[in-house]
């Protein structure tokens, strides 16, 4: 039987997303050189490869609806976190732009559609390695970039 992950766990992934946002952002503009370090460990629970399974699963209710939800918090904590930057930095010309998603009228099956088809075309190994919101992302940005 699958989990069912409530509404307070999307926010909270998001509002993490929204955290992340702003240390990207941070590290972006810093004007030290990058040093080389191991990336964190991927919650295997909420791996890229855990999102895709549960995205194929189109039958199974409880694991569609799990989906659904875990993509929709991704892209609104992503699309609040480009909003939050953008009110409190100042970003070049197009920077907004550049990183916005162009979602207007996008069902949200048709993102989960794509991202299956995305993850298809990649390794199951390097989908367990990856955490969900950056495939998630990567393929919205594949296919909606707003430039």
Known sequence: M????PRPVARIASGLLLASLMAGA?????QTAAQTQAAPPVDPTFSAWS???SCQQKSDN????????AIRGIIHGYQYGVLF?????S?????TQRVSLCLRDVPVSTLVDEFVQDASQVSADSLK???????????VHMHHACY
């Open 2 to 5: 699958q989990r069912h992950f």
């Open 129 to 139: 390695r990856t955490p969900a919101e950056v495939a998630v992302l990567g393929s």
């Open 26 to 30: 941070s590290l972006a503009h810093a």
């Open 62 to 69: 409880v694991a569609h609806g799990q989906c659904v939800g």
């Open 85 to 89: 930057l953008s009110q409190r930095t």
């Open 51 to 53: 999102l895709a399974q």
């Open 91 to 95: 970003l070049a010309a197009k920077e």
